[in-house]
């Protein structure tokens, strides 16, 4: 099982839509969690971290479920411009604390 | 959010040749700092960790006589392609971590090689 997975996509879906992405994780005892976006030829753009508790920003949820071991990414009223591939990033425990990203899942927004 | 820069953004050379990219962490430090390739339409991949003033750790199937990484200080990284070949062409991105951060990572824009 890979260490980090997402689902690919693309997810094709129309302006306004609500859109929500999964990505899970093997590592049990995983610390810290984010989302980030890149852009096509672009580098990654850390979007939000994603606490214990949830959180919100705009538009934005990201979720936490540990007993489970994933976390997701709700997009609401989805624009053409959040049109971009989101990658997952796990952050394991112990003193290196080197972030493991999952491949990626590919969004069009289309009008 | 943090910033960090990437030096050159675009680079084409000729096959046998070396080229160093730079990575800066212009407003804050960086005790370490990470090296990722990543080819069309593919995922990042990490190739080696940078820690200031020690030797990195370099991934699996990566060579690190092939690509030499220098962090000599808290705010600057270095890769150097040695003896590029067209195989090396890739969207290089350098990433810098600040130790007081929740482990977040801020991305470099990226240095695309072009190994002719």
């Known amino acids: 099982r890979k260490e980090v997975e997402q689902d690919p996509g693309p997810f094709n879906v129309p302006e306004g839509a609500t859109v929500a992405f999964n990505c899970t994780y093997s590592?049990?005892?995983?610390?810290?969690f984010f989302w980030y976006r890149q852009d096509c030829r672009k580098e990654p753009k850390l979007l939000m971290s994603?606490?214990?508790s949830g959180n919100e920003d705009g538009r934005f949820t990201a979720q936490l479920n540990r007993a489970s071991q994933y976390i997701s990414l709700l997009i609401r009223d989805s624009k053409l411009s959040d049109s971009a591939t989101y990658l997952c990033?796990?952050?394991?425990?112990?003193?290196?604390?080197?972030?493991?990203f999952g491949r990626g899942t590919s969004l069009i927004v289309h009008p | 959010g943090a910033v960090v820069s990437q030096h050159p953004s675009r680079v084409i050379c000729k096959s046998g040749t070396s080229v160093k990219i730079e990575c800066r962490s212009l407003?804050?430090?960086?005790?370490?700092m990470f090296w990722y390739r990543q080819f069309p339409k593919q995922s990042l991949m990490l190739m080696a960790t940078?820690?200031?003033?020690?030797?990195?750790?370099?991934e699996q199937g990566v060579e690190k006589d092939k690509f030499l990484i220098n962090h000599a200080s808290l705010t600057l990284s270095t890769l150097t392609v040695t003896s590029a070949h067209p195989e090396d062409s890739s969207f290089y991105i350098c990433?810098?971590?600040?130790?007081?951060?929740?482990?977040?990572?801020?991305f470099g824009p990226g240095t695309r090689l072009t190994v002719l």
């Open positions: 990433s810098a971590r600040e130790v007081s951060s929740q482990h977040e990572q801020f």
């Open positions: 590592n049990s005892a995983s610390q810290s």
């Open positions: 994603v606490y214990s």
């Open positions: 990033v796990v952050n394991p425990s112990g003193g290196s604390y080197i972030p493991t």
């Open positions: 407003d804050f430090q960086a005790t370490t």
């Open positions: 940078s820690n200031e003033g020690s030797k990195a750790t370099y």
